[in-house]
């Protein structure tokens, strides 16, 4: 019997054609899309698909959409075998990462994938990362998905979204995953890393309670204290982002530190990751790093910034946690 896959198509470049006569892209209609990828009806999977009414550039992406689409695929979460959802690449990691944290516990694949180039472009990227998406989205083996998780698939590489980033505009190798291997490669051969995927065994968990007052902050050498105490004296504001020097580190004179006391007074979250891309946080293996072990700030280890602030707001949404809880809650393993 055939698997299921549905596409959920949010907008992006993979959506797009040149318009005859401007070459200005437009979004093209996916009950046509065996006119741009004919190699789809040689696939031993049928195929549905759902557009946003109106395609949106990633870069327009928020929590609302992220709530819309795990509410797509709630509903349809037993008629189909797998999803793959068509994303703009900008914001791919955050919207994958946000729902690895809204939808634990899955036991189907949600695969997404987009391009850097348009579907119709002679020189196309789209067609590769679509095929072997819906590949990844209907492999089963032994009647069991092979994958359950939501992953990230992008120029012959499965990802663990929650573990990706986005390090190159121009390339059509756009994302890496700096502190986990991957999940997958295709090659002459469709191959899946086995001892690398997540086994859940957990029923599926749904959390679209989204917290979307949190924010970002930067260390730079030279950077003015007042803007880290103008977020921190924000009541809007329930947590922070700290993204640090090497293993944790920050500036050591006395505003600084106290701004950080102040913080945790102030019942702010905060969550220290590093500003490296590759590597982790160590809190208190140099003197610069002890103010947030002696605070029992959180501890972000080697996430990467998409999934800080995504698991930050999805943990946040519990409003019911104390601030224990969410500490202990953060530094668990969300989705892997």
Known sequence: MKKQVLIIYTGGTIGMVKKYGTGVLQPFDFNHILDHIPEIKWMEVSIDF?????????????????????NIIIEKYMKYDGFVVLHGTDTMSYTSSALSFMLQGLQKPIIFTGSQLPIGELRTDSKENLITSIYYASLYLENVPAIREV??????????????????????????????????????????????????????????????????????????????????????IKGIVLRTFGS??????????????????????????????????????????????????????DITVEAAITKLMCILGKNNYTSQQIKYEFEKSWAG
């Open 50 to 70: 759902i557009e946003f009414e109106t395609p949106m550039d990633s870069s327009d992406i928020t929590p609302k959409e992220w709530v819309r689409l795990a």
């Open 151 to 236: 992953c990230l698939y992008f120029e012959h590489k499965l990802y663990r979204a929650n573990r990706t980033t986005k390090f190159s505009a121009e390339h059509f190798d756009a994302f890496i995953s700096p502190n986990y291997p991957m999940l997958g490669e295709s090659g002459v051969n469709l191959g899946i890393f086995p001892d690398n995927l997540l086994k859940s065994k957990t029923e599926l968990q749904v959390n679209l309670n989204i917290e979307d007052k949190v924010d970002i902050f930067t260390f730079f050498p030279g950077k003015r204290k007042e803007y880290l105490d103008a977020m921190i004296a924000n009541p809007s």
């Open 248 to 301: 944790g580190n920050i500036p050591s004179d006395i505003h600084t530190l106290q701004s950080i006391a102040k913080a945790k007074e102030f019942g702010k979250e905060l969550v220290i990751i590093t500003q490296c891309i590759r590597g982790s946080v160590n809190l208190g293996k140099y003197q610069n790093s002890l103010i947030f072990s002696e605070l029992e700030v959180i501890n972000g280890y």
